[in-house]
């Protein structure tokens, strides 16, 4: 199947030509709107003049800067490009100017007449009118002051330009009016009120730079102030021991303290041991012997007593016998002595004890006493802390109190000092004033930009047009041979009572050509099928005119099948009634009374009858099969005219009995989508195509070769 469209890598420079050559009446036409539009500007455009103003800015930065600019803390720093640009562009500082100048709309828009020519003036003037009428009607009548002064200003904003070299600190204004005196006018008094700005901003920075100092001063000053009371709290009065004394004492007393704890511990565990001992034997001598116990006179006396008691109980033992009364007496009298010894013993242990609780007490109470010196020394060292951090607060804000003070009177000094900010280099003069060539760059513009957009649309217009003009689109689109162009001739219509053939020498040529293709290529094709999309595309005429050229050199027959409109039985007077095509199908007549001999053109022709109804259904016959293959075997060539191919499926019916088929096509007629389906439809019953024949072409310059190229060969 084909498809419809131009592919992208087919078009050429040619086809793109072809393509605008088709719609140069749009080109044409907007190259005319153009130039008008172009030449109105031309004549329309006033000059306009620019005056230009030079100023060299931060000098003092330049010259080693201000002490003021140079303050890390201070509100004296100097101000970017970008900044100085946006305050001359300010409406305020051009308001200002406004004001000096008495400015207003009127002046800033007061146009100089340029010199029209006279043949062109009343035009100008008529569309002038027209435009000020228009204007006036879509204006608002009233006003507000402080809307003109708006304005105004913005106008001015649109006429001024600025740039800047920010390596050498130069800004350069400037201003384009339609007047040289005001252009250079306007420029000075924007740049003399820069300056003045600048001056305020100076003074007005100072003025800050030294009320922060000032502030700064006092701050500091109540800060030390501050401090030193703080100071005074932490080191107490003038008779108070030094901190430093006091942790002294502290460490000492904590180290002697730390040692008594320490030495009583260790005799607490000792006598712990002992006491543990004691508690575990029953042996006086054993107990006697613990350094727990301390030997008295009592305990000693009680001791020999005893031994005395034993000695005498041994004696009396081996006297006496143990159940002597003198015996039990001795007995008796030992156990009470030792009985004694033991509560001597135990008065002794009661008063170690009490003296053992009495120490536990004094170590509980060192160690309380040693936690508390701990805690003491701790805010000791906390308060020498803080001392030393507000010793040292104390020192800072007295050398930044004494550093701010001799900032603020280098300041006061140097703020009596005129600092030169900004400084204008060059005036504008009015002999410098440049006069600008605007009105012929635009006319130029309008002119240039014109004409793509004209040739820009007429090859849009070109390419969205889905009609077919030439031979190279035609072949693109329908890969077919175009066997010929026929270029437009006068109407073919009769005049008088018979059609009127063309005479043209270039339709007959191409004429020519086409039966020499069709003897040369296409000599076994003896029926050939001529078709169209639509009506009124040229079908009949060249139907008639390639069977009067055939006719020259060969046994020629023209069939019309087109029943509904009967182009060429009408065209060539058959009479009405006669018999035809519909008739020999029906078998109501012979072929010898149907066919009418055409003896002046030298071609046969067979009508459509008289049988006009389902003509669909006759073409589709056998009998139709059988009539053709009859009259071929008396006819070297048969031209088939058929009905349209895209209204009428008859000439389909036809084509699939033809040897070949011819397709004509309208120069800017015959759309490209109807012919791609006519042809899909074709191919779809294997019709053979044979080519395409293109009609209504514009052939003037190759008329013109032609009839040189005659009249040279006749001389």
Same mark, same amino acid.
């Given at each position: ?9 087919? %078009? ?28 109105? %500007?031309?004549? /329309? ?24 600019? /140079? ?14 640009? /946006?305050?001359? =562009? ?64 913005? =106008? ?14 130069? %800004? ?104 543990? *001992? ?99 020394? *701790? ?159 040229? =079908? ?162 190759? *008329?013109?070769?032609?009839? *040189? ?7």
């Amino acid at each position: 199947m084909r498809e419809q469209g131009i592919n992208n890598d087919e %078009i050429n420079l040619l086809e793109i030509f072809s393509i605008i050559n088709n719609k140069k009446w749009m080109f044409f036409i907007l190259i005319l709107i153009t130039s008008f539009i172009s030449s109105y %500007i031309y004549y /329309e455009t006033p000059e306009t003049y620019t005056s230009s103003v030079n100023i060299q800015v931060n000098l003092n930065k330049k010259n080693g800067g201000s002490i003021l600019d /140079e303050l890390s803390f201070g509100v004296g720093r100097s101000n970017s490009f970008g900044s100085e640009l /946006e305050l001359i =562009k300010s409406r305020n500082l051009l308001s200002n100017v406004v004001d000096v100048l008495k400015l207003n709309k009127d002046i800033l828009e007061e146009k100089q007449k340029n010199h029209i020519p006279d043949y062109i003036k009343t035009t100008l003037s008529s569309i002038n009118s027209v435009l000020s009428k228009f204007n006036k009607s879509i204006s608002i009548n009233e006003i507000k002051e402080d809307y003109i002064e708006i304005r105004t200003t913005k =106008k001015l904003q649109g006429m001024l330009s600025i740039s800047y070299s920010e390596s050498g600190g130069f %800004i350069t204004i400037s201003i384009t009016s339609y007047n040289a005196e005001l252009s250079k006018n306007i420029v000075n008094t924007i740049a003399n009120t820069y300056i003045q700005y600048k001056d305020r901003e100076v003074d007005l920075s100072e003025e800050k730079t030294l009320n922060w100092l000032s502030g700064e001063l006092r701050n500091i000053k109540n800060d030390i102030l501050r401090s030193e009371s703080e100071l005074k709290s932490l080191s107490g009065s003038n008779d108070s021991p030094n901190i430093k004394i006091m942790m002294g004492l502290k460490e000492d007393e904590l180290n002697t303290l730390s040692h008594d704890i320490k030495r009583l511990k260790e005799k607490l565990n000792i006598e712990e041991v002992y006491f543990k *001992k004691i508690k575990e034997t029953k042996d006086t001598n054993i107990i006697l012997d613990s350094p727990l116990i301390n030997t008295t006179n009592e305990i000693e006396r009680t001791k020999g007593l005893i031994s005395s008691s034993e000695t005498k109980l041994l004696e009396a033992s081996f006297k006496y016998g143990p159940k002597h009364p003198n015996y039990k007496i001795l007995n008796k009298n030992l156990e009470n002595e030792k009985n004694k010894l033991k509560t001597q013993i135990e008065n002794q242990l009661n008063i170690k004890k009490s003296i053992f609780e009495v120490e536990k007490k004094k170590l509980k109470t060192l160690q309380q006493s040693l936690t508390e010196i701990k805690l003491e020394l *701790k805010k000791l060292n906390q308060s020498e802390d803080i001392y030393l951090d507000k010793l040292r607060e104390v020192e800072s804000y007295r050398n930044l109190y004494n550093m701010t003070l001799k900032r603020f009177q280098e300041s006061q000094s140097i703020s009596k000092i005129k600092s030169e900010v900004a400084r204008v280099l060059d005036y504008a003069l009015l002999i410098d004033v440049k006069k600008n060539n605007n009105r012929y760059i635009k006319s130029m513009l309008t002119l240039l930009v014109g004409g793509i957009i004209s040739l820009f649309f007429s090859l849009l217009l070109g390419l969205l047009d889905q009609k077919i003009y030439n031979k190279s689109s035609l072949e693109n689109i329908t890969n077919l041979a175009v066997l010929t162009a026929l270029p437009k001739t006068p109407s073919s219509l009769n005049t008088s009572d018979s059609f009127q053939f063309s005479t043209d020498k270039i339709y007959l040529e191409s004429l020519y050509r086409l039966r020499t293709q069709l003897r040369s290529i296409h000599k076994d094709k003896k029926i050939i099928s001529i078709a169209s999309t639509n009506a009124k595309e040229g =079908k009949s005429t060249t139907a008639l005119h390639l069977a009067k050229a055939l006719s020259e050199v060969e046994k020629t027959l023209l069939i019309d099948i087109d029943f509904r409109r009967q182009s060429i039985t009408s065209i060539l007077n058959i009479p009405k009634g006669k018999p035809g095509l519909s008739d020999i199908i029906m078998k109501k007549s012979k072929f010898s009374q149907a066919i009418t001999k055409n003896y002046k053109e030298g071609f046969d022709v067979l009508g459509v009858g008289n049988f006009l109804d389902h003509p669909n259904y006759l073409l589709s016959s056998p009998m139709m099969k059988q009539s053709l293959d009859h009259l071929s075997k008396y006819y070297d060539r048969i031209i088939i005219e058929t009905p349209p191919a895209q209204i009428f499926s008859d000439a389909e019916s036809v084509s699939k009995l033809s040897d070949g088929l011819i397709i004509i096509v309208k120069s800017g007629h015959t759309r490209k989508k109807e012919l791609i389906e006519i042809i899909n439809n074709f191919e779809m019953l294997k019709v053979d195509i044979l080519g395409t024949i293109l009609t209504k072409i514009n052939f003037s310059s190759q *008329k013109k070769h032609y009839n *040189k190229y005659i009249q040279e060969k006749i001389a």
